[in-house]
């Protein structure tokens, strides 16, 4: 063998030795969150990830390259309960020390591919979201029937989004989203009220996405449900947030100039107007009127959720705060974001973790949204006929009493009070529920 050939073989094992120490980068784990909307599949990297990707026809699949990387994780453990993907894989992959995934899919659907840099509890991630062809969804109503007053509650965070974490190590994401599915139940059982969750399971929703769901719906309050977290453990209590005039005006401001939301907000008349002009002018009369109408309900709407937080917590503003926040943006729809408390306090974490007290704030924030709907019901719904019933207290009356006259359980009467006992006091005054 001449001297020549000697440094190839040298030159090869060195190529070699190198190439697998670029694979500096691992696969560590990976999740999927499936929701009514799409699917997010999400890869934990040692490190940034640097990758490429292609679809494949006949039968569908997409895959992914991850350069100078090993995979650490067994993809067949993974738990799918999708219905996009039929089967995640690793195939055989084109360069040495890189590794491709394949995602077998059930449907035609184009995925979206992006890093995310790393957010405790999270390193840097790989996220696959793959979107559903959401039809979209047309709602009718009639317009001699009375309707129900329609109500979304937004359980905040969600997914690879934990919110703040408590010391006890719960996430705000749960803590949201059992209140909400307790307070979105409480609401569902009352006459004249139709609530529905903004998120239903452990996913992300973008927070215009969020604003829109509840638009498509209709709704008349939207209620986001978040806790709080500070730098340091002593701050708690409980806050309400409602959308500043300063953000509504600036959002009427880039709504104007988005000709698809002026078709969203005058119905079939934009399609008419064929002035561009006299269509700004109309969309901007109806905003700002709405905008007003949105505004003063948030701020009623939220004194009644204090007033009725109040009971189980106590507040950390005992006012409505104005705020500029990305989830209360909405200048069509009374929006609200309660704080139900603070992660970072040890005390309210512990409580917060607990179903029990879960249960308590949800049952507070239902009754503040039906007496402040009961009182000032919107025009066409329902509740214009169920007048607030209020009962005062005296001598000899008792709970099975008052129940018989009004004819509504004493079950009902309690959990509309908030009693927690059957003794009732001379002169005390009772919202009486209808049945
Ligand atoms: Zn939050």
Known sequence: MSGRGWLTIIGLLTLNFISSAWAANAIKSVRMWPSPERTRVVFDMKETPKFSYFSLKNPERFVVDFKSTVDKTALEKLKNSSDL?????????????????????????????????????????????FMKEAPEEVITRGMDTERNVIIAIDAGHGGEDPGSIGHNGVYEKRVTLSVAKRLTALLNQQKGFEAFMVRTGDYYVNLNRRTDIARKRKADL????????????????????????????????????????????LGGAAEVIKDTQNEKYLARTLLDMSMDHSITTSYEVADEVLKSLKGVTRLHNRKPQAASLAVLKSPDIPSILVEIGFMSNPREAKNLASRKYQYRLAGAINQSIQRYFIKSPPAGTLLTKLKLRQHKVRSGESLSKLAQRYNVSVGKIKHANNLKSDLLYIGQVLDIPHS
């Open 85 to 129: 993907i039929k089967r995640v894989r690793y195939s055989k992959p084109k360069y040495k020390g890189s590794t491709r995934v394949v995602f077998d899919l059930k449907e035609v659907v184009q995925p979206i591919v992006f890093a995310l840099a790393p957010t405790a509890p999270y390193g840097d991630r790989l996220v696959v979201d």
């Open 222 to 265: 939207f209620v986001s449900i978040h806790a709080d977290a500070f730098t340091s453990p002593q701050p708690r209590g409980a806050a309400v947030w409602v959308l500043s005039l300063r953000r509504a005006n600036s959002e009427i401001g880039k709504w104007i100039e988005q000709r698809e939301k002026h078709s969203e907000l």
